[in-house]
């Protein structure tokens, strides 16, 4: 079955009836006219689309995705697709351009092979963190969005996204499943002793997902406040230069314009009770994990016994499982959203929480018409 999210402890609201999963022996039950393909060409990324394809009772769609001598991308589908509803299940691998341009040609064959819907699948939605602008740069979450309803999307399932107002940026359904039951229930089946435990949050950015799961677990919270955060070069953005001049006329003399107070530094705190306690760093992604490393020397300082750290998507790009196992950090606990099987060959204090369940569950119900209410029980707007 598939892990529910324990209801906040708070005002008790009237919900609105459901539709449950199946049973288990009927999850396999879909109509007709459903393929499911997998748009990576890298082997270890194939991984999740068989064990969604496996829950569904379905085989993967045949078709071929491979890159050219002069590195262009190329798939041919191998199988009629018209008038079905296709699924294209893509995780990212470390060549994520490489990613987006086959998510994107799969996509664009399939409309043009007369499909009657096209859904993609992406766990982790790529360039995510580049959903804001800043200063002259570009909002490339954008960008994806529109580059894939132009292909030919018409519906897309993915799963937290880095910032909810994402879904914004696409003019067709998206689902923004939550990873977060599955991480819970890894707390409560692996973590013996987790009433003894604190939720942590490293930045004051990440607390309101520290109060989510805090709160589910009836447990307590504590926020890491001063990290050490490189903050970007204003000095030579045009926009920071002062006059050159002073002209008379089109400004008064008395008027000045007020500028804000440069940022300093605080010295790193942590506001909540650590000592003698397990502290679980939770995050929506871990790709760097200095920031990582240092809020667990911190935690240790502070007194906690052991540190676990938890996240939705596990990039863990570069010297990422070194710097780990060199760590203070007794576990990172990711879910296979991104295939990470050789960081942990390299770092066997990351463990795999598996979430093809929800995506298989969420296939099968856009593929039967039914709500998808299920998938989002006792999720707040916070969440």
Known sequence: MLPVLPPFNRVKKVQTEVTPPPHPEEMNHTKGGLVIFTANSHPSSRELGKRIAERLGVE??????????????????????????VFVIQTVSKDVNTTIMEMLIMVYACRTSCARSITGVLPYFPYSKQCKMRKRGSIVSKLIASMMCKAGLTHLITMDLHQKEIQGFFNI???????????????????????NAVIVAKSPASAKRAQSFAERLRLGIAVIHGEAQDAESDQVDGRHSPPTVKTTG?????????????????????????GGRIA????????????FVAAAETLKERGAYKIFVMATHGLLSSEAPRFIEESAIDEVVVTNTIPHELQKLQCPKIKTVDISMIL????????????MSYLFRNIGVDD
């Open 60 to 85: 993967l769609g045949k078709v071929q995705v491979y890159q050219e001598a002069n590195r262009e991308t190329r798939v041919q589908i191998q199988e009629s697709v018209r008038g079905k509803d």
């Open 173 to 195: 359904p998206v689902d923004n499943l939550r990873a977060s039951p599955f991480l819970l229930q890894y707390i409560q089946e692996e973590i013996p002793d987790y009433r």
């Open 250 to 274: 089109a400004i008064h003399p008395s008027m000045e314009i007020p500028l804000l107070i440069p940022k300093e530094k605080p010295p790193i705190t942590v506001v909540g009770d650590v």
């Open 280 to 291: 679980i760093i939770v995050d929506d992604i871990i790709d760097d994990v200095d920031s």
């Open 360 to 371: 298989s569950e969420a296939i099968r119900r856009i593929h039967n018409g039914e709500s």
